[in-house]
Every structure is written in structure tokens, then in C-alpha cells.
T-cell receptor, first 114, second 112 residues
């Protein structure tokens, strides 16, 4: 059963703590993305990766970090520098097939600050 | 950069009535257009997409959308909505640079 999995579904962060959100895909997609969604707002791009061992900052990368050591995995770390981390985080992937890029999404992780 | 405008943030509609969710984008260059649906506390699910060919695109759950190049629009329609269609709907555009741009979403509420 191919797809994108995100874990955990809910995550709680204490002040000053770094937390890591997991994203795994078995679709053999080259590109992966992290978005942040706040209530009443659209999706904002945090980071994306087009290929293993390479990633690029999106529109709101400050306070976040990523790695892409394997094609199927793209974990996102929310660092203590991110002062307002409470949001719904969505991971997506796409076949890097030229102009016909469709993004497929995971179920999301909701991050809450204690 | 593209911008994607979803003109209505909230759309209430009675069950079995038709609905149209509006989407406009900023550029007239070749783009690819998508509609996604998001149910509460879930990820986004692809409803339909326009890449080329016929300007009327049919998707899942009885939805369809029409690409209008002259008006730079890609409105989503359904002739008869069901309670289960209550969700958030996002329009998205992919440009030749393969950048993906999302609208701010339209919350569709179907009233019994």
C-alpha cells in the first residue's frame, strides 16, 4: 500500500525543546516538501528537497531544519528558535517529472506547545 | 511568482444544491492547476488536476473544474452537494519553474 506517512499525529513541545517530525514515503518520489498550515490560512512552504542530500529553503524556513539522507525520508526538526511553532505540519512528495508535478500529501502532524 | 486567489473564504450551501468554489491565478504563462480537499485534521487529497487538453476536468466525488485561460480562472463545481462534502478546498498552481502555489482555502459547509 503506497503512500506517505507522518508521525506522530500529535506532538507536544516544551519551551526551548527541539522536536522532530517524521515523514516517510514509499512512492519512489524524488521530491519532498514540508508545509506549515495555520488556522484560516493556506499552506506555507518551509523546506523542499528535489533529490537526496540536497534541500532548499522555502518561504518560512527560519527556526526549522531538515535532512534528506534517504530518498524515502525527509524529517523536519522544529528548533527552539521557532517562537511560534503551534501549527499543523504537512509533508508532501512528488515525482520530479518535469512540468507535470502533482503533490501527494501525508496525513499531517499537529504540533502543540506546552 | 504566481499568486492564487480563492475569492470566498467560507461557502455555506444546502444539501443537494449546486456549488461553485472560485479560484483565480495571476499569470497567463502556461500553468498546471489543481484542486485539493482537506477533511478536518487530515492531509490534502487531490480532487482533480488540469495539465493540458480539454478545459473541463472531471475529478473524484462528482466534482469538476473548468480552466479558463482568458480569465485565468479554474473554478470548482458540483451540481449537487452532500453532507460529506463539508471540508476545506484548496486551489493550487504549478508554474514552469515547478514552483507550487496554494490559495488560502475555501471552507465549504453543507447544511442539511
Amino acid at each position: 500500500d503506497g503512500g506517505i506517512t507522518q508521525s506522530p499525529k500529535y506532538l507536544f513541545r516544551k519551551e526551548g525543546q527541539n522536536v522532530t517530525l517524521s515523514c516517510e514515503q514509499n512512492l519512489n518520489h524524488d521530491a519532498m516538501y514540508w508545509y506549515r498550515q495555520d488556522p484560516g490560512q493556506g499552506l506555507r512552504l518551509i523546506y523542499y528537497s528535489q533529490i537526496v542530500n540536497d534541500f532548499q529553503k522555502g518561504d518560512i524556513a527560519e527556526g526549522y531544519s531538515v535532512s534528506r539522507e534517504k530518498k524515502e525520508s525527509f524529517p523536519l526538526t522544529v528548533t527552539s528558535a521557532q517562537k511560534n511553532p503551534t501549527a499543523f505540519y504537512l509533508c508532501a512528495s512528488s515525482i520530479w517529472a518535469g512540468l507535470q508535478e502533482t503533490q501527494y500529501f501525508g496525513p499531517g502532524t499537529r504540533l502543540l506547545v506546552l | 511568482a504566481q499568486s492564487v486567489t480563492q475569492l470566498d473564504s467560507q461557502v455555506p450551501v444546502f444539501e443537494e444544491a449546486p456549488v461553485e468554489l472560485r479560484c483565480n491565478y495571476s499569470s497567463s504563462v502556461s500553468v498546471y492547476l489543481f484542486w485539493y480537499v482537506q477533511y478536518p485534521n487530515q492531509g490534502l487529497q487531490l480532487l482533480l488536476k488540469y495539465l493540458s487538453g480539454s478545459t473541463l476536468v472531471k475529478g473524484i466525488n462528482g466534482f469538476e473544474a473548468e480552466f479558463n485561460k482568458s480569465q485565468t480562472s479554474f473554478h470548482l463545481r458540483k451540481p449537487s452537494v452532500h453532507i460529506s462534502d463539508t471540508a476545506e478546498y484548496f486551489c493550487a498552481v504549478s508554474d514552469p519553474g515547478n514552483q507550487f502555489y496554494f490559495g488560502t482555502g475555501t471552507s465549504l459547509t453543507v447544511i442539511p
